[in-house]
């Protein structure tokens, strides 16, 4: 298992928690439903990752860079 493996399940984790936090601290559904989908998508393209598929590092970048983007943006 490589680093890119462990980064992209990692920050699913933390995209998730953080989504559950943001509904919890001020009941954004937004916070729960895109923190919710991007780590989803994120434990997903780390399990495609550790199968072989090179596309799964890809959509772990790509899902990374839209929430640098976007977080970018709010600050």
């Known amino acids: ?3 890119g493996i462990v980064a992209a399940f990692a920050y699913g984790i933390l995209a998730i928690v953080g ?3 943001g509904y919890i601290q001020a009941t954004s559904r937004v916070s729960l439903l895109s923190g919710s989908i991007s780590g989803l998508l994120l434990i997903l ?3 495609f990752q550790l ?3 090179t596309w799964g590092a890809i959509l772990a970048v790509l899902v990374t860079a839209v929430l640098v983007v976007v977080f970018a943006f709010r600050l």
């Open 19 to 21: 989504g559950v936090i």
């Open 51 to 53: 199968q072989g598929q």
């Open 45 to 47: 393209a780390a399990y």
């Open 1 to 3: 298992m490589n680093l």
